[in-house]
């Protein structure tokens, strides 16, 4: 469900629509495998830190925000552009990290580009999109790929300006690990916050509060959505029982607490650059386990069916020889392994081909004097 952030500020009358592109879980969106830091870099670890970070720049200049994908899941795109258009927001941005392929070396695609609808736009949009690439540009050095017209649903089913950000490519090696970097998520926001500020005509003056780089810490009183980050963090790992709501409350801090205690670091209540270090590491490692435990899962319940199917926890039904292994097994010619295993492509030693052979004899036999 969408959440609607309002400014400490005074409402300048406008909503902006953020969309942090894809899930924490959705299948294929992430870096290849990165050796130094041991694992893939996934890519709504870039896209909803930059939303949170934006937003609380927004925020901070009178807009409300929009988030249309608040929780780590996957929200369905028909969900995310019908809140944006159930509150009327007066545009929508989307954040993303683009790919050529699976592999560092599969391409030498790079660079930023930001994407509107291929059909019949307004003059806003274009014009959305040369006033956020144009700071876009202007940033950390990379390629800019400039303006591309795309049939992407959250370009087309939002009836307003919308325009989709790719911030670099994660199979760039040198791209991919900007992902991660703090600094980087902070440039682009404040690019996109830019740019939004030029197209309402909106006076900018620069990144305070939350995001400000003189403030790298969270405390009781703070709101925004970088609090909601981290609150949808400490509940998913049992620290936080409250609601989600952006704010950093008596709750919130004594969840912090918790967890600090939990990890053996400095108890403070605040959530700065140390604890919040060991909150991506402790996510991290828990998304690691919990795809291990669904394929564990998915494994088991491929063991039961084959079972059920085949009589034997390895042998699928579109095995080429399922039927006749089920067959031989009926007519008590064959037997599987203590653990439910036939292993249809192990070699068969001698030993094993003579107890075949007896087992198939003997069973003729009884056959026979029946």
């Not at 925004?224 to 936080?240: I, N, R, T």
């Not at 919040?276 to 919990?290: I, T």
């Amino acid at each position: 469900m969408a959440k609607l952030l309002y400014p400490k500020v005074d409402w300048n009358g406008l909503t902006v629509a953020l969309d942090d592109g894809h899930g924490m879980k959705t299948a294929g969106k992430r870096t290849p495998f990165i050796k130094d830091l041991g694992r893939s870099i996934r890519e709504n670890e870039f896209n909803r830190k930059v939303v949170a970070f934006l937003a609380d720049i927004l925020l901070d200049h009178g807009f409300r925000v929009l988030l249309t994908a608040p929780t780590d899941y996957d929200t369905p795109l028909k969900q995310r552009t019908d809140a944006a258009n159930a509150y009327k927001a007066d545009c929508l941005v989307s954040i993303h990290f683009n790919a050529m392929g699976w592999e560092f070396d599969y391409s030498s695609a790079s660079g930023i580009s930001v994407h509107i609808f291929n059909g019949w736009i307004t003059s806003k949009t274009k014009h959305l999109a040369e006033c956020v690439g144009g700071f876009l540009k202007q940033g950390t050095k990379q390629k800019y790929r400039g303006i591309v017209r795309n049939n992407f649903h959250m370009l087309r089913e939002y009836n307003g300006p919308a325009i989709l950000t790719e911030n670099g490519f994660m199979d760039d090696p040198e791209e991919a690990r900007l992902m991660l970097k703090t600094s980087f998520q902070k440039e682009v926001a404040s690019e996109h916050a830019q740019g939004l500020c030029k197209f309402f005509n909106v006076s900018y003056h620069g990144v305070k509060g939350v995001a400000d780089e003189n403030k790298n810490w969270l405390e009781l009183g703070d709101t925004g959505a970088k609090v909601l980050e981290h609150q949808k963090d400490l509940k998913v790992l049992g620290f936080y029982k409250d609601k989600l709501d952006g704010s950093f409350g008596p709750n919130m801090e004594k969840a912090v607490y918790a967890f600090q205690k939990d990890q053996g670091i400095k108890e403070d209540g605040l959530l700065g650059p140390n604890t919040e270090k060991h909150l991506d590491a402790a996510m991290s490692k828990y998304e690691a386990a919990q795809i291990e435990k669904s394929k564990e899962q998915k494994e088991a319940e491929r063991m039961a069916e084959n079972k059920k199917a085949t009589g034997f926890t390895d042998v699928s039904q579109d095995h080429w020889a399922a039927e006749k292994i089920k067959t031989a097994q009926k007519l008590g010619l064959v037997n599987g392994y203590p653990d439910e295993t036939f292993k249809p492509d192990k070699t068969m030693t001698r030993a094993e081909f003579a107890a075949g052979l007896v087992q198939a004899y003997e069973t003729i036999q009884k056959g026979q004097s029946k």
